[in-house]
């Protein structure tokens, strides 16, 4: 009956990519969802529900009427969401908001797709459970936009008008339908509340006034915890809003400057292609004959010589037919200095006034910096690609006047030194070696440094000897943005010295250092 | 009423109805139909079904058994391909290679993909070798073929079975699942009782098979019609999330990309667009159908956009237009379920509009335009809004073009070509 009952809504509100799944529960409670990515409907429903055809059909089509009217998606859900986190903070947020975008699904759905009365059972089970004073006002509210205000009692039997509560509630809700202002007819009810350039205008007033009902006890709502409510609290779906916001130039309110710059710079560093390898600077080439099977996880497929093909019981392709690929050409390294483990990163970030000048389209870094940060992002997340990213420590040295150490960190701690990355200093450039030492003392582990800076460190003939007695011991890659100075000559033939012209070429080479010490 | 001299199938007997529009249609129909459409088909299902019984059947019944047989292996050399037509020697036989009007290729699927990509130009009427394009045929060449299913993993009945580039299945413009239309009880006693021998190699119909081909390309297609087609390539095309506002850029990332979007809920990411081939084949079907529903008495003109639509979700299913996942998730599998849905799904896009899109065009072949209406379409449908404004442009120029079209036809006829309007033109070639 279930899937009968979808396939006809399904036709009725034309949602042929939604899909709908089933489960039975013991419990005497049916609960729905409605994925945001998918638009996949999931349904848990209690064996005793199961022939409650009415209840059944309001609640796909309450979860339909999420897709089909309001949110309809996560750019409008967010909208909606930073009006309300100015009111509420959290799972709070959440449940408000939930409880706004049902109140115009519901009342759609009354007016569209008579006659409804499942929603009201659904009302009820959840009453006969628990109540709470905003489920009360919300329940009153639906019945208002229904026209049904006479039906109250049928919810709450002792509702009485000279309770002060009770009252309360009442002129709340009178106060929010006058300030709304909505048609009385029906249909341009309808064509009103779904119209999503209104929706701000319902929420505030809607906002302004449940604050004061609400209370901790959070009624489910349309089912257990709304799919809109998961959903948004996951990292993937607020990119996909920034990305959207961004493209309009704004920053949303609920995000701290740090989660912002956080997500922002995720979203944006260069995508790593593993497989690129680049190698000819540090190894020898030694050829090996023959050939080898095609691996999935090891080859591209532009590297299959499709010529011959042979039976392998554990070939990726179908059939157990696989082809034969050029074998890997490997190489005696000649400068790589690491024998054991996998090496330990340490980034030294010059974070003087040069590299923050001139800012970038009101962005709170300057170009150089900002490609910095790309770089260290590119870094971090293809450390996570090449899966060593939970067994390697982390630093951060800043310098300006001031140099700043973050200390090593685990994995799981990084968010320590991308908080110090947002926090440049912007002043002069010296360098504190004696800090380098005291880091690099306290992680006798193999390092990998990459230091990066735009000019002349002022107090270079001081530390240098043992700035690059430190460095020299450690496989380090000096990436000099800008114009070097005289000193930068004798860095030249010490370490591997990149001189970044541009610097958008600055993550580029950080990358390409990366798969030298790493792949 | 018009006529076709074609027999009927002696010796494979299939009374099961694979088109019920307008005229119960079954496999012998539909062969016919192929035939005069010039559209290759491919016969998919279980082996010892009589797939190839059928085609040899087909070879013998309209071609006087001249058809080439390839069969396909594992383990095929390109170099036999070029054999069987006797390439090597062609300069003695070249004359016996183009008059070959049929090809049967057997169990297709058995070779590997790149041979099977050999078969590309034998599907497309011509070989290549050395350089030369070698067309098949003489003037008239189809290619019948047969394949077993794909069945994947260890349990795979069928070992030595490859998976079936989109691009030759796509130059199959009839595709059919032979399991789902299984001869009768009754059927079945005929085709054991009947065996084939010299008597039924009957004589070589290619030459009158030519001249109906033609014929048939002359019904017209309603302007219905034309607006489906438009919006089966670009509507379906449609695409808000890259700046192109198209499927086929970014192809390989749909459903994924489209995570989150409200259109995925309408469907839009498990749709893609059907190719300008498989159109042609389609519209090629369209009209042989109802050519042959003429000689069956069944009179009609003009293919309109229903015929198209029937057609459409009946030669669709193989040609990867709805996204096999998921089909399997939705349908369970069930690929007639999901397509009458689809089906149904693009019959309420186009009647919602129908009235709207004739208006508009109307409008302006008469030289009006109407910013408000114009907004009507947008999305799926603003590939609309290019039309007209280029018939609007031609009208404001030269008068009202709906008047000179009923009334001077042919000065309507100069304007379209004068202009190398591709839509005008192809209102004077339908309508």
Known sequence: MIREIFEKIDKNMEFF?????VFEIEENEIRAEISLKDWKISIEIGKNLKNKENLIRDVILHEVAHW??????????YNLFEIVYKYFKGEDANYILNAFEDLIVNTYNKFENPPYEGQKEFFKIQISKN??????????????????????????????????????????????????????????????????????????????????????????????????????????NIEKYLIYKLKKGKIPDFLSKFEFLDIYYKINAPLIFVKMIHKEKFEIPLLKYGKEKFDINENSFFEINWKTLFFD??????????????????????????????????????????????????????????????????????????????????????????????GWLNYYEIKELKKRIFCPEGSTTKFDVDLLEKTLSENKNEKFILFITDSEIFNFYKIKEKLIQLLSENYTFFFQMGKPGSAYKVLKNKFNYIKVEKSSDLYGKMIEASKNVYL | MKTLELPDLKIYKNSSRILNFEFPLNLSDIIKISLIGKLNLLLIGERGE????????????????????????????????????????????????????????????????????????????????????????????????????????????????FEMDASILDRFGVIINTDLFSPSPLDTIEIVKNSYNDENKEKDYSEYLKKIFDEVQKLPLSLDAIILILYLRHGLNYCEKNIYNSKRVMISNIPSICEGCHKLGKGCGYIFPPSIRFLKSLISFSKARIFYLNTKGINKEIVEYNDLLEDFSFLGPFNGIINNNFIYEKYSGDFLKAWIDFKNKIKREIEERKERIKEIIILSLKGKRYIEIFKEFDEEWEFLREICESVYEIAKKEGDLLKIMEKNPYKFKEIAENYKNPFLLFMIKND
């Open chain 1, 17 to 21: 990519g939604g899909m709908l799944k």
């Open chain 1, 313 to 406: 019981p554990f070939s990726p392709f179908k059939n157990r037919i696989n082809f034969y690929v050029n074998p890997f050409n490997h190489g005696i390294y000649i400068k790589h200095p690491f024998k054991k483990s996998i090496p330990d990163i340490l980034f030294i970030l010059d974070s003087s006034g040069s590299m923050l000048t001139p800012n970038l389209n009101n962005f709170p870094f300057g170009e150089k910096y900002h490609n910095a940060i790309l770089g260290i992002y590119a870094v971090l997340s293809f450390l996570k690609k090449i899966g060593v990213a939970p067994y390697i420590k982390y630093s951060l040295i800043q310098f300006s006047s001031k140099t700043i150490s973050t």
């Open chain 1, 131 to 236: 109540i709470s004073k905003f489920y009360k006002f919300f329940v009153i509210l639906n019945l208002y936009l229904w026209d049904e205000k006479e039906s109250i009692k049928e919810f709450f039997k002792d509702f009485n008008l000279n309770k002060k509560e009770d009252f309360e509630i009442l002129r709340d809700i009178e106060e929010i339908l006058k300030s709304w202002n909505l048609p009385s007819n029906p249909h341009q009810k309808i064509s009103y509340i779904k119209n999503s350039s209104n929706w701000k205008k319902l929420l505030i007033k809607f906002l302004e006034k449940c604050k004061k009902y609400f209370d901790f006890i959070k009624i489910p709502l349309s089912g257990f915890e709304s799919t809109f409510e998961k959903e948004s609290k996951k990292g993937e």
């Open chain 2, 50 to 161: 009589g797939k190839t019984k059928l085609i040899e059947e087909v070879n013998s019944l309209y071609f006087s058994e001249k058809g080439i047989y390839i069969r396909a292996r594992p383990d095929m050399k390109l170099r036999e391909i070029f054999e069987k037509f006797n390439i090597e020697k062609m300069e003695v036989e070249l004359k016996e290679i183009r008059n070959s009007p049929f090809t049967i290729i057997d169990e297709i699927n058995r070779a590997p993909a790149i041979i099977q990509n050999e078969f590309f130009h034998i599907l497309d009427g011509y070989i290549e070798f050395e350089n030369r394009k070698i067309y098949l045929g003489n003037g008239y060449h189809v290619v019948f073929a047969t394949a077993n299913y794909e069945k994947e993993g260890i349990f795979s009945r069928y070992h030595g079975i």
């Open chain 1, 68 to 77: 089909k009217i309001c949110p309809k998606d996560i750019i409008n859900h």
